[in-house]
């Protein structure tokens, strides 16, 4: 199913600190399950949540380095914590802070993954949006999607190594 075009409003949609966005999805992204709190800030029917790519509710404004570390993580059998923007179906957003790991059979095959999402910090929030918008620049930067991303990603590299940290202690540290 193909998102609808819709442009970012700039209208952040709230949520409380404690609840919980859970989604699960397939090998391919697609979404498995959702919960009602995911439902309700992506704004769209379940039954068009259910089945659908998990990119239906990626926001415009999130780097592709990121989601290439993310895949990259979560294909290695490994967690990854990232601050994530996700765009509502009518344009709003809300930010996030996701765990996601994958989901392993027994003879640990990775079967599909799943995301426990909470709202970040303001603060947080404000400390990414810049690391975000170096990382988009880098991007944009580039004549084509796969040299941006690429380039974003060696970029993010760059300043984790900079730090002499690894991600999880680079991430935990904005």
Known sequence: MARPQVKPTGIECPFDEDELIVSKTDLKGHITYANDVFVRLAKFPRSEVIGAPH????????????????????????????????????????????????????????????????????????????????????????????????????LLMNMIKDRGVEYDEFIFSV
Request: aromatic content about 10%; glycine content about 4%; proline content about 4%.
């Open 55 to 154: 990119s239906l509710v990626r926001h415009p404004d999130m780097p592709r380095s990121i989601f290439k570390l993310l895949w990259d993580t979560i294909q290695a059998k490994k967690e990854i914590f990232a601050y994530v923007v996700n765009m509502a179906r009518d344009g709003d957003h809300y930010w996030v802070f996701a765990h996601v790991t994958p989901t392993l059979d027994a003879n640990r095959n990775v079967t599909g993954f799943h995301s426990n999402r909470r709202k970040p910090d303001r603060d947080q929030v404000t400390r990414i949006e810049a690391l975000y918008r170096q990382l988009r620049d880098e991007e944009n930067r580039h004549r084509n999607a796969k040299d941006g991303m690429l380039a974003g990603y060696a």
